[in-house]
């Protein structure tokens, strides 16, 4: 049982480049999101979705793009990766609307240079 | 809209006494759901407790306890018997569960535990 499994753990890019942050979960759950945490911010939501097919944009979701065509996988675009978007990336999945609370990847800490 | 506020940015304990980390937040609804989240160095988050906003029992989890006050939107979290591994960050989050961004999280800033030997 792997939970919620994120790739890269690392990554550094230049300013104008384009990748995808992956995110994969096993467990079935119909909710995912995406969160950025920044010192001294907490974490902050991205993108999130609802089920496969469903997704909907959160507090900070500009310059990033995303998808859902399965219920397993949710990956996170950055489009034209700048500098501000430094920081580190969580992926997480829950059930039953998060009511019991979310299970999180590891992380990503991605630095534009 | 809702926000969590942890006005406690650093906290300090001594190994093996108690520790209270503060968390507030600001909500029209009055069914939720509250939870504290532990962040040590690995980054890994992990589900420390939960508090159902509809009981008026607080959530406890073997040395970790709440104190949950509805009335006051108070939601504090209690270490006993403080460990060198309960060091961390430590988040206290706001679930939503209505309208726009239902079942999505709303985090504090987080509180820095340290725990001295």
């Known amino acids: 049982n792997a939970g919620v499994t994120q790739t890269p753990k690392f990554q550094v890019l230049k300013t104008g480049q384009s990748m995808t942050l992956q995110c994969a979960q096993d467990?079935?759950?119909?909710?995912m999101s995406w969160y950025r945490q920044d010192p001294g911010m907490g974490l902050r939501l991205i993108h999130y979705s609802v089920g496969a097919g469903i997704t909907d944009q959160g507090e900070v979701p500009n310059g990033y793009n995303v998808s859902r065509s399965t219920t397993e996988d949710f990956p996170l675009r950055l489009l034209s990766a700048a500098p501000s978007q430094t920081s580190v990336y969580f992926c997480?999945?829950?059930?039953?609307?998060?009511?019991?609370?979310?299970?999180f990847g590891s992380g990503t800490r991605l630095t534009v240079v | 809209a809702q926000t969590v506020t942890q006005s406690q940015p650093e906290m300090s304990v001594q190994e093996a006494e108690t520790v209270t980390l503060s968390c507030t937040y600001d909500t029209s609804e009055s069914d939720y759901y509250l939870f504290w989240y532990k962040q040590p160095p690995s980054r890994q988050m992990i589900l420390v407790i939960r508090q159902e906003a509809y009981k008026q029992q607080n959530a406890t989890e073997n040395r970790f306890s709440v104190n949950f006050q509805k009335a006051a939107k108070s939601f504090s979290l209690k270490i006993s018997d403080s460990q060198l591994g309960d060091a961390a960050m430590y988040f206290c989050?706001?679930?939503?569960?209505?309208?726009?961004?239902?079942?999505?999280?709303?985090f504090g800033k987080g509180t820095k535990l340290s725990v001295k030997p």
């Open positions: 989050a706001y679930l939503m569960g209505y309208g726009g961004s239902q079942g999505n999280l709303i």
């Open positions: 467990m079935n759950h119909e909710y």
């Open positions: 997480a999945s829950s059930y039953s609307e998060g009511r019991y609370g979310y299970t």
